[in-house]
């Protein structure tokens, strides 16, 4: 029993061990190619312009036309014009992104080496959403957001050419929005050029991780239950950012939110009540991103009433 004992925590310290000590992968990030002709992106500004949701004047009549127009127009923003810049180039920007958000990692020296990174943009596509209801006083309210959601497919190959790791990227982007309460607009609009360049980093982020993660797995490292401290910080892991984590043997599984970051290592605090008694050092952890239908799961805890 005794054996059987040490063996197993041998096996669990090398696991837990060489998730943590595993020394950075070379990797060189190479083109980034688009999937479709680049004039064909340009039909996005247009697309974007129409109005939300297919209300059919619904949201004009809501929010009174005046307030709509001038929405809709400040909306139309160059966002789309730089998007098509940076295909036509391409996608030096996402790319450069990419190398810096790699670099942040420590997992990574962005370089030639063992390992080659390209990827390719699947699709660019208008996305949009919300309400509008008139209260028994007649007066109106609700709320519009109109975005972007680009899907990219990264893949990392070794010297012989074999693809070693692959996975989609999907980031989406809110260009605007609008809202009203009892016949008062607040639109919130950015400038094309800071939208891209918000894009640029949600995307090299996303792909970051992914590629970091895989090379050397997000791990707990101190801690344990309700609190844990794990193995990668800021930049590439940001304050507020779900985790789902693992317990060892994989027969336990909680969520938290990263509370607090420091360069190479996180703290978290557990969301809800799962039992998280057997996550302890050496659990798995992966970072839930935007638009993962796992951060819409519920994370509430049950409270015993009187």
């Given amino acids: 029993m005794k054996h059987y004992l040490a063996l197993g925590l041998c096996l669990f310290g090398a696991t837990a061990g060489s ?27 247009a697309s974007s312009k129409s109005r939300v949701a297919g209300a059919a004047g619904g949201y004009v009549n809501a929010y009174g036309a005046a307030g709509y127009a001038a929405y809709a127009a400040s909306s139309s923003s160059t966002y789309e014009t730089f998007f098509v810049k940076d295909c036509f180039s391409h996608f030096e920007g996402i790319r450069a992104a990419m190398q810096a958000a790699l670099a942040s990692s420590g997992s990574v020296i962005v ?26 006083d007649g007066s109106s309210y609700g709320t519009v957001s109109k975005g972007m959601r680009v899907t990219m497919s990264v893949k990392v190959a ?92 994989g027969s336990n599984n909680a969520r938290y939110r990263i509370t607090s970051t420091s360069e190479g290592t996180a703290i978290a605090q557990q969301l809800g009540d799962a039992d998280s008694g057997a996550i302890v050092p050496g659990s798995r952890a992966l970072i839930i991103e935007k638009g993962d239908p796992a951060a819409n799961q519920s994370v509430l805890e049950r409270v015993e009433l009187p």
């Fill in 19 to 45: 998730a943590l000590s595993a020394p950075p992968v070379k990797i060189r990030v190479g083109a980034i190619a688009a999937a479709q002709e680049c004039t064909v992106y340009e039909g996005v500004k």
């Fill in 111 to 136: 370089g030639p080496g063992s390992y080659v990174l390209t990827g390719r943009v699947e699709d660019a596509v208008p996305i949009a959403g919300g309400y509008a209801e008139r209260a028994a």
């Fill in 158 to 249: 070794d010297k012989a050419g074999r693809i070693v790791f692959g996975a989609p990227v999907v980031t989406d982007l809110e260009t605007g929005s609008i809202g009203v309460a009892r016949d008062t607009v607040n639109a919130n609009i950015a400038s094309g050029e800071g939208l891209y360049g918000l894009l640029q980093r949600q995307i090299a982020m996303v792909a970051a991780r992914k590629v970091a993660f895989h090379f050397r797995p997000m791990v707990v490292t101190q801690g344990g239950g309700r609190k844990i401290t794990l193995n990668y910080g800021s930049p590439l892991v940001e304050v507020g950012a779900m985790v789902s984590v693992t317990s060892p043997d």
